[in-house]
């Protein structure tokens, strides 16, 4: 079961996903410190293991080895959806390739959620995830965006949003940016502008 969960608010949980993650034999958890607040939260006593970045080749066979036995499974990330920009997509590539069968229970994502608070058209949207780290390789991806005509959702690191803000602005004049962050958690910021004005913003 590849589970949704909150992106910040604890009571953004299904009911579905609440009933799934009670009633499968182990939940593989991208942070089991972090998972164990929602489950505490939910009285899930279902047995976690981790499965993150560093870990996810070795943690997929063993998750996937469980599978065929004929135990249940929930993939889950921190936040959201998993699959999207984390390393749940290599265990969902696996089952896939292995023939294990998998569902999904959806719920909260931060790249739709993200994109509704924004204000800009939802009709037409590309998610770009995360820019490269290295200033170079971010840049040329940007500029190969430049045509783009919908909307474009990225992800980014609070430790690299001034810097990317200024290479948006430099690389595609400046274009009219909306930055989302905390949403659904009592600090929700969105901030709308230029580029430049924003990276400044965030940059004081």
Known sequence: FIVSTPIGNLKDITLRAIETLKGVDLIAAEDTRHTRILTKEYGIDTPLTSYFEHNKFQKAEYTLAELKKGKDVALVTDAGTPGISDPGFHLIRLAQREAVPFTVVPGPSAAIAGLT??????????????????????????????????????????????????????????????????????????????????????GQ
């Open 117 to 202: 608070l924004s204000g800009l058209p939802c009709h037409r949207f590309v998610f770009e995830g995360f820019l490269p780290v290295k200033p170079t390789a971010r840049r040329k991806k940007l500029a190969a965006l430049r045509a783009e005509e919908g909307t474009v959702i990225f992800y980014e690191s609070p430790y690299r949003l001034v810097k990317t803000l200024r290479d948006i602005a430099e690389v595609l004049d400046d274009p009219f940016v909306v930055c989302a962050r905390e949403i659904t958690k009592k600090f929700e910021e969105v901030k709308k502008g230029p580029a430049g004005a924003l990276s400044a913003y965030f």
